[in-house]
């Protein structure tokens, strides 16, 4: 049988905008890539918080399966790896965190994370996605791959990102920093080259994960798998054997 891979997009994404990527793996792997709780197809399931998400990313596949996150989805598949050590058989992170650390600065996060899901309710679809490509952490994207986020992110409404942002947002994550000790399976954290921020969040997740590597991407932005398809398919293959029970 093919080995599982699943897939956890960002937030306001879906889980079409991992294609690129399953593209370029081909038919070596059973590649999974659900729409998480508050986003496309899964807009009205309620409850949207971690616990929730948690169980339906482990009741995506039967037994074992390489877990690769980005963004919001790289915080979802701690938690998941956390929960399930025994059936995450390597952990791929790209523009992740483990938290944020500090009670204060998390409170404050809370309170814009609020704010941001009261404007998104306030608006359409169209207007919200014009405002959040504005983002510093988005810009310098290729037109190309600008183009294709825009359209996942259409795919969305305001209800269910509001949902998301309150439920599954930076602010609403407990810190996993003390924790990432007790994941015992191989690690890669990805970043891109001109993702400072989360570069520097991604060594210190590699200084504190049991088995962990830093895979720094050349010219890219913190969307890698947006960016560099390619790359990150081949990062997958070298790294997931491509034979082996799911």
């Known amino acids: 049988m093919r080995p599982a891979i699943v897939f956890l997009h960002g937030f306001t994404h879906t889980g079409r905008s991992w294609d690129p990527v399953i593209a370029e793996l081909g038919q070596r792997y059973r590649a999974l890539a659900p729409d998480i709780r508050g986003h496309g197809v899964a807009a009205e399931r309620r409850p949207v918080d971690l616990p929730a998400c948690v169980d339906d990313v482990l009741g995506e596949v039967d037994g074992s399966f390489a877990l690769v996150g980005y963004s919001m989805g790289a915080r979802l598949a701690l938690r998941v790896a956390l929960s399930a050590p025994g059936r995450v058989r390597r952990l791929v992170l790209i523009g992740g965190t483990a938290g944020i650390a500090d009670d204060i600065e998390r409170a404050e996060r809370r ?72 994941l015992p399976m191989p690690a ?30 050349p010219t890219a932005g913190h969307a890698v798998h947006l960016e ?19």
């Open 111 to 182: 309170r814009r994370d609020e704010a941001l899901a009261e404007r998104i309710e306030a608006v359409t679809i169209e207007e919200f996605v014009r405002s959040w490509e504005q983002q510093p952490v988005l810009r310098g994207q290729p037109p190309a791959v600008a183009q294709a986020a825009r359209r996942d992110r259409l795919r969305n409404q305001p209800a269910g990102l509001a949902a998301a942002l309150r439920g599954l947002g930076t602010g609403a994550m407990d810190p996993l920093w003390g924790r990432l000790g007790a």
């Open 188 to 217: 890669t954290v990805i970043v891109g080259e001109r993702d400072a921020k989360f570069r520097k969040l991604g060594e210190r997740m590699v200084a504190e994960l049991v088995d962990a590597e830093l895979v720094v991407v």
């Open 228 to 246: 560099a398809p390619a790359l990150v398919a081949a990062c997958l293959r070298e790294r997931v054997p491509a034979t082996g029970s799911a």
